[in-house]
Each structure stands twice: as structure tokens, then as C-alpha cells.
Nanobody, 126 residues
């Protein structure tokens, strides 16, 4: 079954940390993947992306130096380590994968991806 399933969301205080995990099917883990987030009443925004092999990454400016995206092929997991959390990080976080003929590159817009998880809520209190 082709799917992405997020976990690890929850509550944190300002300055705290959370680690999100995304369990990916065999087919999807070997393709470019990313994390997006959507706050209430706002559009879904790019957070982080990685290449098919996890060797290259990219981040939106607001999370650079605080968040880290990584892949564990053996466990078929995509991670988002979030440190020094801020109230503005509060959102539903979505794991995503781009499945297709082109496996190279990093992708920074939601239109580039064709598989999505169900989302996991992250709430940061001030």
C-alpha cells in the first residue's frame, strides 16, 4: 500500500523540541520528500525538503538553524527534528513525497508533490 503516515506531533513550550516521523511505503521512501505545514486560516507552506537519497536539503528561512530533515532508509522513515520551537510554528505538519520518473532534485512547492500524509498537529505555547 502506498502511503505516508505522520506521528510525533503534540504540545511543546517555547524553546522546546519535538521530532516528527513519517512512515513511508517502500515505493515512496526512495523519492524526493518534504514537510509542509498549515496554520488555521492559512495556506499550506513549505518547511523542508530533501533529495531522494537524503544527501541534500533545503529549508524555509524561518526554520533554518532550528529544524532538520533527514531520512532513515532502513526504517523507511522521514524525520523532522524541530528545536527551539516558537508559537508561530504551531500548525498541522504534513509529510509529502514526489513519486515519478524524475527522482533528482529538491522540490519546494506543494504542486511538486503527489503523495501526502494525513497530518499531525504541533502546538507551541508561549
Amino acid at each position: 500500500q502506498v502511503q505516508l503516515v505522520e506521528s510525533g506531533g503534540g504540545f511543546a513550550q517555547t524553546g522546546g523540541s519535538l521530532r516528527l516521523s513519517c512512515a513511508a511505503s517502500d515505493m515512496l521512501i526512495a523519492y524526493p520528500m518534504g514537510w509542509f505545514r498549515q496554520a488555521p486560516g492559512k495556506q499550506r507552506d513549505f518547511v523542508a525538503a530533501t533529495t531522494w537519497d537524503g544527501g541534500d536539503t533545503d529549508y524555509t528561512d524561518s526554520v533554518k538553524g532550528r529544524f532538520t530533515i533527514s531520512k532513515d532508509y532502513a526504517k523507511k522513515l522521514l524525520y523532522l527534528q524541530m528545536n527551539n520551537l516558537k508559537p508561530e510554528d504551531t500548525a498541522v505538519y504534513y509529510c509529502t513525497a514526489r513519486y515519478g520518473e524524475q527522482r533528482l532534485g529538491k522540490y519546494l512547492t506543494s504542486y511538486d508533490y503527489n503523495f501526502w500524509g494525513q497530518g499531525t498537529q504541533v502546538t507551541v505555547s508561549s
